[in-house]
């Protein structure tokens, strides 16, 4: 071999060696993110957003779970409760078939058909949870009792019910009128009297106090 020959080959096996120091410095390991902050940046506000829209899924299933709680209590309330404005009108009826009967003489004809219809309405109130409560002799409580005026009773307790001018009624667990009462108050205090020796003396000392006077102005 001649010494040009020797030199060519010695001159590509510099450059291949070289070419392999320039790829190994080139080449960065596979996954390696953080050499690129770019890459980090964008995987972070990724993640951000799907933190975010999570958060609004779950809160939008919340509503939704709320909003289909909050129509079912509403159906349920308007089925049993959908008939008080019917049961108020029809309670003024009642009241006057009752006033009707309480005028009426016992043997007249026409009273014993009021009760009938009166037991009809009656039987229709009932059916639609329509009840009504007694409240003489009960202790007046404001919220289910109008007083209507206090009268003083010894027979009876401050605050007890004596006197029903209206009945009051209930639809299921809901007051739809409140009973009109009189309720008892307290007996007034007796003036305590004055022994009778007390008011003698009194007496006579006023009118020691007078005479002694009139003689003064006679002087």
């Known amino acids: 071999m001649s010494q040009s020959e020797k030199n060519i080959k010695g001159t590509e096996s510099n450059t291949d060696a070289e070419v392999v120091e320039v790829q190994e410095a080139d080449v960065q390991p ?24 999570r958060e609004k899924a779950y809160r939008a299933a919340a509503e939704l779970d709320n909003g289909r709680k909050r129509f079912q209590k509403e159906r349920n309330e308007l089925r049993s409760y959908g008939v008080e404005p019917l049961i108020q009108e029809l309670l003024t009826v009642t009241d006057n078939l009752e006033r009707a009967i309480a ?10 058909g009021v009760k009938m219809v009166l037991r ?6 009932a059916s639609k949870g329509a009840t009504p409560f007694d409240a003489m002799g ?30 009051g009624w209930m639809l299921k ?43 003064t102005d006679s002087e």
């Open 173 to 215: 667990e809901r007051l739809v009128r409140p009973a009109m009462v009189v309720v008892a108050a307290e007996p007034p205090t007796p003036v305590a009297e004055a022994p009778k020796e007390e008011l003698e003396t009194e007496q006579k000392s006023q009118t020691e106090t007078e005479v002694t006077a009139a003689d």
């Open 30 to 53: 596979i996954g390696d993110t953080a050499a690129d902050p770019t890459l980090t940046e964008q995987l972070e506000l990724v993640t951000r957003q799907r933190d975010e829209w």
């Open 138 to 167: 009960e202790m007046f409580d404001p919220s289910v009792h109008e007083a209507m005026s206090q009268i003083p009773s010894e027979e009876h307790a401050a605050g007890t019910v004596i006197e029903v001018f209206q009945k």
């Open 103 to 112: 005028h009426a003489k016992a043997d007249n004809n026409l009273a014993e």
């Open 120 to 125: 009809q309405f009656m039987q229709i109130l």
